[in-house]
């Protein structure tokens, strides 16, 4: 949260926008997850990509589990830099019009400026949604793993 916050001040890096940097955190946090469950259950807790089915279509789900399992990082990187990353472009594209507009009327300049005020203050929203699906995602995955359930 603080760094997509730190993102929206003035002359701010959005380094939640930069893939490779929340794909790493990402990455250690699901790495750091499945070693928890691995360390509490050993063994046993690969059977969580072993679902209940007749035997021959075992061959076929079990990839697709471990896929499924394997594709947890991607989501998490992918889902937060791309809606940050909207956000941001949404401000350049905005901020550019109003660059624009400077030489024109003055209504189209207060028009501009108070769409990206409204769109600031979505940004701020969308700051604090981001960092809070973020967290419950992590939370859940992290459950998933302690709590080991059948499927």
Same mark, same amino acid.
């Given at each position: 949260? %603080?760094?997509?916050?730190?993102? !929206?001040? /003035?002359?701010?890096?959005a380094?939640?926008? *930069?893939?490779?940097?929340?794909?790493? #955190?990402?990455?250690t946090?699901?790495?750091?997850?499945f070693?928890?469950?691995?360390?509490?259950?050993?063994?046993?807790f =690969?059977? &969580?990509?072993?679902p209940n089915? /007749?035997?021959?279509? =075992?061959i076929?789900?079990? /990839? &697709?589990?471990?896929?499924? @399992? !394997?594709?947890?990082?991607?989501s998490?990187?992918?889902?937060?830099?791309?809606?940050?990353?909207?956000? *941001?472009?949404?401000? @350049?594209?905005?901020t550019?019009f109003?660059?624009?507009c !400077?030489?024109?009327?003055?209504?189209?300049?207060f028009?501009?400026v108070?769409?990206?005020?409204?769109i600031?203050?979505?940004e701020f929203?969308?700051?604090?949604?981001?960092?809070?699906?973020?967290?419950?995602?992590? %939370?859940? @995955? #992290?459950?998933?793993?302690?709590?080991?359930?059948?499927h």
């Amino acid at each position: 949260m %603080c760094l997509n916050l730190l993102s !929206l001040l /003035p002359f701010g890096i959005a380094i939640t926008s *930069h893939i490779i940097i929340i794909l790493y #955190l990402s990455i250690t946090l699901w790495g750091g997850i499945f070693f928890i469950g691995l360390i509490n259950y050993n063994i046993s807790f =690969l059977r &969580i990509f072993i679902p209940n089915c /007749p035997f021959i279509l =075992l061959i076929l789900l079990i /990839p &697709i589990e471990i896929f499924s @399992y !394997l594709i947890r990082m991607f989501s998490l990187a992918i889902r937060l830099v791309a809606n940050i990353l909207a956000g *941001h472009t949404l401000v @350049y594209i905005i901020t550019n019009f109003l660059i624009i507009c !400077l030489n024109m009327r003055f209504w189209f300049y207060f028009i501009g400026v108070i769409l990206l005020f409204l769109i600031l203050i979505l940004e701020f929203g969308v700051a604090f949604l981001q960092a809070y699906i973020f967290t419950i995602l992590i %939370c859940i @995955y #992290l459950n998933d793993s302690i709590n080991l359930s059948e499927h």
